[in-house]
């Protein structure tokens, strides 16, 4: 009997452990070297970090373009910018917070976090994961490159026709919109998928449904979201696109076409993405809760129904952004009902987190900070919610700055204030190095009460009568108290950003080295190095509670049996988590950069020529056909006698 | 003279020098490309006061700034409807009035001809615009008219108004169709 | 129009319904030249030349300054309803009939009420110009529904009792009898297809439109039978009393009809409509019917592939002469509809023909050849049939035409024995 010695063993087990299986491992799962390997690599966390960059460089972006409005309406009648350029600037402002930060970073850490948190190699479908960000970083630069060209969209992030129709904005601004949002629409789609199918299927042994962490619930119920409600947006824009380029007549009142048929279908989305963005900031609030309390998050089924109702919820109440168009009375009724209900799921977790907290032994560190900010400025945005919600008051406050106050309450409250903290939570896990606590605090109150300051006048300014989206206002109208406190308070929340990326930039190099789990946390991601290996976890983890790591400090139990000489990842049952197959992860490939470059020709050139999606099929088709070419059988396993 | 015909419709702004830093070379070559090809194709002029344009001569420069403008150019076909030019020349095809669509021009085709045919009128039944309406909005419904015919780039061009469907979008239109020679000359009849 | 001489006068009326203008009738002392009266469509009654004569037999068209209150304020002035059709005189009774053009503009929205005294028919004391009654075909007319045709003035049998009728083949597509001394409308029937109406009733006298047919501001209204060019537009019908049948040349057509906002700038149209028209049922565009009005209905039909645009003409030799857009001249037998002859001239015909005895003793036919008109403008004018809204959408359904015509215009005398 021939007895296999570490090199050749072909899975990991008792034999083969620690230095050895790490060699083993790290050969078959790390990346090519070089640029090659970056732009070929199909590792979750390679790709998660090229996202949250990206996404954050959106970030600092929009917010720029946010601060040149601030200052424009800093005095009355300024003349600082045109009105031409302002259209364009808040146009811009709220798609690329929208497309290109809120949704993609909320999905980029579903990319990172997923895999680590249920105990997987890597993610589902990995090279579709690659190509996702080469769409997103698309659209991201087609949309920036048109705005410094002065053809930037220009009509809102809404893009209501008529006014993006041919007869008001004949030219190209609408159209690179438009495609835009295809680009971001395909990548979206494409990030769900994987983590649907990842969260499914690939979770480690013995976590079953009611084992996982609220963040992967939440992933999960987002990503259903997504791919339910995009592809709303995305025929609405092609019908938009199809208008404008070859004269069709969908939202043509003139020809039986529907102007409205644009707001129902782009509403079917976009008030699920307020979901879509703001649900994730609960997968963090709950998981950062739960590691700084120093205790399980209080009722574990009541959150995760809540986050189900308001995924369920989300898709009933897209009308309320609707009533002042005129609707039938039984329409304002239930739409304002529905709008209501989502208040109840919302305050179920709210009291959820304060039991938690209560009930805890709270470490006042950053990241909890920000969750006390989260939990204050979401709720005064919820009760804004509820006053428009109800349909006398919202045909007074439609499209006054009331509402710009409401729903940056709502989203930068509900979202950007866990991800902040959830970027400070996780930053080891990142980087292998924690960020400052000193900074970090620092820019929190920056942040936190430059917030304020910003966003609180502008109910005044509301209830005052300011328009949203007028370039100026007149003097005399008492709003320039407000506007300038506005200002100012842009600036200071501003300079809270600018500390948190010095922060992170400066601990990336020099902060405190991390070990596995600085935190003292639950969570499988803590059960592997920081940052982890590109195989994620020597050894799969089996799991026997909702918080594996606090049940088993020293020993955590693992599974053995995966090959270690060709990428490959343990499948589980949907309900249970049992062990069901082992499935063959893929390799690096180029092929979704092409793939990702052709369809980008595709898309572009369409604005241009409808020829371009007949024409341009056929390099897509190429390049799809190369990616999915079958590889033949995969090696074959070494016999062990 | 040819008509300048700008298909690119974006003009040039004379190259920008930004002081290059060490290792930010390729930024700032990308960013003299930008500022090179910059575009006012789409430019919304809202400044609030009317431009007093004076009809100008042969090929005035400021030619390119209305019709290779598709602010211009839609505001001009809300002109046309709102002035009842579509009630003598429909939606390009014509009717009382000649069609506007196709390749002749009675009193020439630039722009500068149809401003004037515009606020003088032309003898049988076109009618003198001159004190309805300013001569900005002039240049913007000659800027119109000409697009019926596809003259302008595809990508300042508007598919189609917002009321009955009738003619195949101009945004589909054989395009850049350069004006035969004796229509740019100038009106055939001045003395009518 | 052509001037009418009757009753001494010198008769002419205005046309440019689609610009804003307010119609009237003129007389012309035919000595003098001087104006003997000029009776306006629109506006107070003293306007109008409504006096104390003025007995319409229906009570829609009673009351004092209709012309005005009929109209949101001050639309009067620009309404239409101008006279550019056919005047018929009765000696026996010294009257003239004629109709009234349509009320502008186009889009109905901006002119509710009645419109008077558009888009019906006058009978006026020739001498006076004072009105004696009137019948309105189209209160508040939807589709351009001039009416302007012309009246064929007949002693017949109406329901067993001889009556002075009058006859006129409606735009709208009803073939109307009225009692010519009191405006009585005794019957209306379709002569054509027609689903924008449901008939005429007869107890108020007033068409009875259909709802869903009714255009829209910022809505295209599809399928609208008759169009705006009416079942039968201008070009008058005959008589022939020796088979007591009225041959009316009309056209079988649809549209699709948009309006839009028209604002009112001197000089130019005011419509605020665009259309486009096409075949009706069936897929032929004109039609010659030979109506019998005793018994209420057509004795035979000729279809014509292009719309029938000319003038009917029948003669004591029982044929009936008509021609067609691609350059056709016919006659057909009067009581089978038989074509008997025909000749090809060098351009459509949208004339009216006429037969004569020459100073030789020979008779002989006459009629101008040239396509144009509306529904030829798509060849006289050179439109272009890209846009299917040009001519008011006519030339979408005539864009066969520049292959089966040209634009001419010549005069073809035909001897009868030659």
């Known amino acids: 009997m021939n007895v296999l010695s570490g090199k050749e063993l072909p899975r990991d087990g008792e034999m083969l452990q620690g230095e050895a299986l790490h060699a083993r491992l790290d050969k078959t799962w790390r990346r090519d070297p070089g640029l090659w390997g970056w732009v070929t690599t199909t590792d979750h966390k390679d790709i998660a970090h090229r996202y949250i960059v990206t996404a954050f460089t959106f970030l600092v972006l929009g917010g720029l373009l946010s601060l040149v409005m601030r200052l424009q309406l800093a005095t009355p009648e300024s003349g600082l910018i045109s009105p031409d350029r302002y259209d364009q600037i808040f146009t811009m402002h709220g798609t690329t917070m929208m497309f290109l930060f809120a949704v993609p970073v909320?999905?980029?850490?579903?990319?990172?976090?997923?895999?680590?948190?249920?105990?997987?190699?890597?993610?589902?479908?990995?090279?579709?994961?690659?190509?996702?960000?080469?769409?997103?970083?698309?659209?991201?630069?087609?949309?920036?490159?048109?705005?410094?060209?002065?053809?930037?969209?220009?009509?809102g992030w809404f893009s209501y026709p008529p006014l993006s129709g041919p007869q008001f904005s004949p030219g190209k601004r609408i159209d690179i919109w438009a495609q835009m949002v295809t680009f971001t629409e395909v990548a979206a789609l494409a990030v769900s998928v994987e983590t649907v199918a990842t969260i499914l299927k690939q979770r480690a042994p013995g976590m079953t449904l009611a084992r996982m962490p609220l963040f992967v619930w939440v992933s999960l119920v987002v990503s259903l979201m997504v791919i339910f409600s995009m592809p709303a947006v995305a025929l609405a824009s092609s019908f938009l696109i199809a208008d404008r380029l070859v004269g069709t007549q969908f939202f043509n009142p003139a020809e039986h076409g529907d102007a409205l048929l644009w707001q129902h279908m782009f509403w079917f989305f976009g008030h699920p993405e307020v979901y879509i963005i703001f649900l994730p900031g609960v997968g963090f609030v709950s998981e950062i809760t739960a590691t700084f309390t120093r205790?399980?998050?209080?009722?574990?089924?009541?959150?995760?129904?809540?986050?189900?109702?308001?995924?369920?919820?989300?898709?009933?109440?897209?009308?309320?952004?609707?009533?002042?168009?005129?609707?039938?009375?039984?329409?304002?009724?239930?739409?304002?009902?529905?709008?209501?209900?989502?208040?109840?799921?919302?305050?179920?977790?709210?009291?959820?987190?304060?039991?938690?907290?209560?009930?805890?032994?709270p470490r006042w560190e950053t990241p909890l900070l920000y969750v006390v900010a989260f939990i204050i400025t979401f709720v005064i945005g919820g009760l804004t919610g509820v006053m428009l919600a109800s349909v006398p008051l919202d045909l007074e406050l439609h499209d006054t700055y009331f509402v710009v106050a409401h729903f940056h309450y709502v989203l930068i409250g509900g979202a950007v204030f866990p991800l902040l903290g959830a970027i400070t939570?996780?930053?080891?896990?990142?980087?292998?190095?924690?960020?400052?606590?000193?900074?970090?605090?620092?820019?929190?109150?920056?942040?936190?009460?430059?917030?304020?300051?910003?966003?609180?006048?502008?109910?005044?300014?509301?209830?005052?009568?300011?328009?949203?989206?007028?370039?100026?206002?007149?003097?005399?109208?008492?709003?320039?108290?407000?506007?300038?406190?506005?200002?100012?308070?842009?600036?200071?929340?501003?300079?809270?950003?600018?500390?948190?990326?010095?922060?992170?930039?400066?601990?990336?190099?020099?902060?405190?080295?991390?070990?596995?789990?600085?935190?003292?946390?639950?969570?499988?991601?803590?059960?592997?190095?920081?940052?982890?290996?590109?195989?994620?976890?020597?050894?799969?983890?089996?799991?026997?509670?909702?918080?594996?790591?606090?049940?088993?400090?020293?020993?955590?139990p693992v599974m053995t049996g995966l090959r270690v000489d060709d990428r490959e990842l343990l499948l589980t049952t949907v309900m249970e988590a049992r062990p069901d197959l082992r499935e063959p992860s893929p390799l690096p490939s180029s092929w979704p950069l092409w793939a990702a470059i052709t369809s980008t020709i595709l898309f572009i050139s369409s604005i241009f020529t409808p020829w371009a999606v007949l024409y341009g099929s056929v390099p897509v088709a190429i390049t799809l056909i190369a990616w999915f070419w079958p590889k033949g059988p995969v090696t074959p396993e070494p016999v062990i006698q | 003279m040819r008509l300048p015909k700008g298909r690119t419709g974006c003009l040039s702004h004379p190259p920008l020098s930004p002081p290059c830093i060490q290792g930010g070379r390729l930024a700032c070559a990308l960013f003299l490309c930008l500022g090179l090809t910059a575009c006012d194709r789409e430019q919304r002029s809202l400044n609030g006061q009317p431009k007093a344009e004076t009809i100008a001569l042969a090929n005035d420069p400021r030619d390119l700034s209305y019709q290779e403008n598709s602010y211009q150019l839609s505001q001009g076909q809300r002109l046309y409807k709102w002035m009842n030019c579509s009630g003598c020349h429909a939606n390009g095809g014509g009717g009382m009035g000649p069609p506007l669509m196709d390749d002749e021009w009675r009193y020439g085709g630039r722009m500068e001809d149809i401003?004037?045919?515009?606020?003088?009128?032309?003898p049988n039944g076109m009618p003198r615009f001159e004190g309805k309406i300013t001569e900005q909005e002039a240049w913007q419904i000659a800027s119109y008219v000409r697009s019926l015919s596809a003259q302008q780039g595809q990508d300042v061009l508007s598919a189609r108004p917002d009321s009955m469907s009738a003619s195949e979008p101009p945004t589909l239109a054989e395009r850049g169709k350069v004006l035969p020679e004796n229509n740019l000359t100038g009106p055939k009849d001045e003395q009518n | 129009m052509a001037p009418l001489v009757a009753g001494g006068k010198v008769l002419v009326g205005n046309a440019g319904g689609e610009f804003g203008v307010r119609g009237w009738l003129a007389a012309l002392d035919a000595g003098s030249g001087r104006l003997a009266w000029k009776a306006y469509n629109t506006g107070p009654d003293k306007d109008v030349l409504i006096g104390q004569a003025f007995r319409p037999f229906y009570p829609m068209d009673r009351g004092?300054?209709?012309?005005?209150?009929?109209?949101?304020?001050?639309?009067?002035?620009?309404?239409?309803?101008?006279?550019?059709?056919?005047?018929?005189?009765?000696?026996?009774?010294?009257?003239?009939?004629?109709?009234?053009?349509?009320?502008?503009?186009?889009?109905?929205?901006?002119?509710?009420?009645?419109?008077?005294?558009?888009?019906?028919?006058?009978?006026?004391?020739?001498?006076?110009?004072?009105?004696?009654?009137?019948?309105?075909?189209?209160?508040?007319?939807?589709?351009?529904?001039?009416?302007?045709?012309?009246?064929?003035?007949?002693?017949?049998?109406?329901?067993?009792?001889?009556?002075?009728?009058?006859i006129r083949p409606g735009r709208n597509g009803y073939l109307y009898v009225l009692d010519r001394q009191t405006g009585q409308v005794l019957s209306a029937d379709p002569f054509g297809y027609i689903n924008s109406s449901r008939g005429v009733n007869l107890r108020s006298g007033r068409l009875i439109p259909v709802k869903e047919k009714e255009p829209q501001a910022g809505r295209v209204v599809r399928n609208i039978c008759p169009t705006a060019s009416g079942a039968k537009d201008w070009n008058p019908s005959a008589f022939s009393p020796r088979t007591g049948l009225i041959y009316i040349p009309h056209i079988n057509l649809c549209m699709d009809l948009g309006v839009l906002e028209a604002n009112y700038v001197v000089g130019t149209p005011y419509l605020g409509a665009e259309s486009k028209v096409y075949a009706g049922p069936g897929g032929y565009r004109g039609v010659l019917t030979a109506w019998d009005p005793v018994a209420r209905k057509p004795a035979w039909e000729v279809h014509e592939d292009l719309p029938l645009w000319s003038g009917a003409l029948a003669t004591a030799g029982d044929l009936v002469f008509y021609g067609t857009m691609d350059g056709w001249f016919k006659a057909v037998d009067a009581r089978s509809g038989k074509l008997r002859w025909r000749a090809k001239v060098d351009s459509g015909i949208i004339s009216q023909p006429v037969a004569y005895r020459g100073a030789d003793g020979r008779e002989y036919v006459a009629v101008i050849s040239g396509v144009g008109g509306w529904a030829g403008a798509l060849v006289s004018a050179q439109l272009d049939p890209r846009d299917n809204s040009a001519a008011l959408g006519f030339v979408n359904a005539v864009r066969d035409l520049p292959n089966k015509t040209k634009s001419g215009g010549r005069l073809f005398v035909f001897a009868l024995d030659g």
């Not at chain 3, 009234?100 to 558009?118: A, I, S, V």
Request: net charge positive; proline share 8%.
């Open chain 3, 64 to 166: 004092k300054d209709l012309g005005i209150h009929s109209w949101p304020p001050e639309q009067w002035k620009i309404g239409g309803g101008t006279v550019w059709g056919w005047i018929s005189f009765d000696p026996a009774s010294n009257t003239i009939f004629y109709g009234t053009g349509n009320p502008g503009p186009w889009n109905h929205e901006q002119r509710p009420g009645d419109n008077k005294w558009t888009a019906g028919v006058f009978a006026r004391n020739v001498s006076t110009g004072e009105a004696k009654w009137f019948y309105q075909t189209s209160p508040h007319d939807l589709y351009d529904h001039d009416d302007i045709n012309e009246q064929i003035l007949l002693d017949m049998p109406v329901a067993g009792r001889m009556r002075l009728v009058l």
């Open chain 1, 295 to 361: 205790r399980p998050v209080f009722g574990y089924p009541l959150l995760v129904l809540a986050v189900v109702a308001i995924g369920l919820l989300a898709f009933g109440l897209w009308v309320h952004h609707m009533f002042a168009t005129g609707l039938p009375r039984l329409g304002y009724a239930f739409y304002t009902a529905a709008s209501m209900a989502v208040a109840i799921p919302s305050g179920i977790q709210i009291f959820c987190w304060i039991a938690t907290i209560w009930d805890g032994r």
């Open chain 2, 115 to 122: 401003v004037r045919t515009i606020l003088h009128g032309r």
């Open chain 1, 425 to 556: 939570y996780w930053f080891p896990k990142f980087t292998g190095r924690l960020m400052s606590e000193r900074l970090g605090k620092t820019s929190f109150w920056f942040v936190f009460l430059g917030f304020q300051l910003t966003f609180a006048p502008m109910h005044w300014a509301g209830i005052l009568g300011m328009p949203r989206r007028v370039y100026t206002y007149p003097t005399g109208l008492g709003l320039e108290q407000v506007n300038l406190l506005a200002t100012i308070g842009a600036f200071v929340l501003a300079t809270g950003f600018a500390l948190f990326l010095v922060n992170s930039l400066m601990s990336m190099r020099r902060g405190t080295v991390a070990g596995a789990n600085p935190w003292d946390a639950s969570g499988l991601e803590w059960a592997t190095s920081s940052p982890p290996p590109p195989y994620n976890f020597p050894h799969i983890p089996v799991v026997s509670s909702r918080h594996p790591l606090w049940d088993h400090r020293d020993h955590l």
């Open chain 1, 106 to 155: 909320m999905e980029a850490m579903a990319v990172f976090l997923v895999p680590l948190m249920i105990g997987s190699r890597n993610i589902a479908f990995p090279r579709l994961n690659a190509f996702s960000y080469w769409m997103y970083l698309a659209g991201g630069i087609l949309l920036w490159v048109a705005f410094i060209l002065n053809i930037g969209p220009d009509a």
